[in-house]
């Protein structure tokens, strides 16, 4: 069964909202409590919403298996992106709240293109 675009792109949605609750938990946790910089806990709690996003996407977002091929390729590209909006954030002193915000919002967007045109790119094979 062929998926439109706006229906992968609504599932992939509605687990961001899952995942960006949790990312923005252990951000803000790491961040205010254990102390971390921004960029650090950006990489981590992305570390936590990655791997959640990761299986629920491959599954329900994109009806495909969650290989560990996959897994790393997602991890790295979408690492890169979260790192780099937390050294920026850092370099610009801006306040934690706005680095969640536009990782938030930077992270549907690309993350979305990024999942559906290189990760799991070969839906016909499956």
Same mark, same amino acid.
């Given at each position: 069964?062929?998926?439109?675009?706006?229906?992968?792109?609504?599932?992939?949605?509605?687990?961001?909202?899952?995942?960006?609750?949790?990312?923005?938990?252990?951000?803000?946790?790491?961040?205010?409590?254990?102390?971390?910089?921004?960029?650090?806990?950006?990489?981590?709690? @992305?570390?936590?919403?990655?791997?959640?996003? @990761?299986?629920?996407?491959?599954?329900?977002? @994109?009806?495909?298996?969650?290989?560990?091929?996959?897994?790393?390729?997602?991890?790295?590209?979408?690492?890169?992106?979260?790192?780099?909006?937390?050294?920026?954030?850092?370099?610009?002193?801006?306040?934690?709240?706005?680095?969640?915000?536009? @990782?938030?919002?930077?992270?549907?967007?690309?993350?979305?293109?990024?999942?559906?045109?290189?990760?799991?790119?070969?839906?016909?094979?499956?």
């Amino acid at each position: 069964m062929v998926q439109s675009l706006a229906g992968r792109f609504k599932r992939y949605f509605s687990i961001g909202i899952l995942n960006t609750a949790l990312h923005w938990g252990v951000f803000l946790i790491a961040c205010y409590v254990v102390g971390l910089s921004q960029a650090s806990s950006n990489l981590l709690a @992305f570390a936590f919403a990655v791997t959640f996003s @990761f299986f629920m996407n491959a599954r329900y977002t @994109f009806r495909q298996s969650a290989s560990m091929a996959r897994y790393a390729l997602y991890v790295m590209g979408m690492a890169l992106l979260s790192y780099g909006t937390g050294y920026i954030a850092d370099q610009l002193n801006m306040w934690p709240l706005f680095t969640l915000i536009a @990782f938030s919002a930077i992270s549907l967007g690309a993350g979305f293109v990024y999942a559906n045109y290189v990760v799991f790119q070969n839906r016909d094979e499956e």
